[in-house]
């Protein structure tokens, strides 16, 4: 499997080191990586077809455990929580929690195959907010989703379901305190070298990018990215 990737958008390295995950747990020594292109901010991703398998397995209702973490068939995400690995990266908030957040994007992508990752696009009144694709301001159109919580957002919920589940192993560098995120791609390699990679740990890292937090509403949002 190879798609083009926009280093621009967090949301979509993001969801590329998901599916490495997934790869990884299908099989230990498969590989997923980086290939630049000739267009500056594009690259080539390829991960073995095994990730989407994995995906299409853990695409079940998500079970809610007794200390806030979900269930997503075998796997068990929690990264959101203090103890977890990326607590900084829990963009939502006021009555949103992340079975919500799961919920809305499963709906939303329900009937979507999962090879149309990046592609598929729906509605939906609640997400991540880690693909900058699809989001609004609300300060640039005058008026709080905090008062209009029926209003859907456009979205690519596959997309954003593979980053909610590559947060789990992802570390990344960067927090709400620095302001940012900082997300660099890798070249080909393991998933125990990507996952350090990608927080600029490793020798596989390629140039990084830095995403910086925004907001929407009482939310908070990855916006675009640009060269670290």
Not at 81 to 88: A, E, K, Q, S, V
Not at 110 to 116: I, L, M, R, V, Y
Request: with cysteine; glycine share 10%; proline share 7%.
């Amino acid at each position: 499997m190879q798609r083009v990737i926009d280093l621009r958008n967090p949301g979509e390295v993001l969801a590329c080191g998901g599916l490495a995950w997934l790869a990884s747990l299908a099989d230990p020594l498969a590989e997923t990586g980086f290939e630049p292109m000739a267009e500056p901010g594009v690259m080539r991703f390829a991960c073995p077809d095994t990730a989407l398998q994995q995906f299409d397995a853990v695409r079940v209702v998500p079970v809610v455990d007794d200390d806030d973490a979900l269930q997503l068939g075998a796997l068990r995400l929690d990264w959101w929580n203090p103890w977890g690995l990326n607590p900084h990266m829990k963009l939502w908030s006021g009555k949103q929690k992340a079975e919500s957040i799961v919920g809305n994007l499963f709906r939303a992508s329900a009937g979507a195959a999962s090879p149309e990752w990046l592609e598929f696009e729906h509605t939906t009144t609640g997400r991540l907010g880690v693909d900058p694709r699809g989001t609004w301001n609300a300060l640039g159109i005058g008026w709080s989703i905090n008062q209009h919580t029926h209003i859907e957002m456009l979205c690519r919920p596959l997309l954003e379901l593979l980053a909610f589940i590559g947060l789990q192993a992802l570390p990344l560098a960067g927090s709400r305190r620095d302001g940012h995120v900082r997300l660099h791609p890798w070249r080909e390699a393991s998933f125990s070298l990507a996952r350090l990679a990608i927080a600029g740990a490793s020798r596989y890292a390629l140039s990084g990018w830095r995403a910086p937090f925004g907001k929407a509403g009482s939310n908070t949002i990855l916006l675009t990215a640009s060269p670290d």
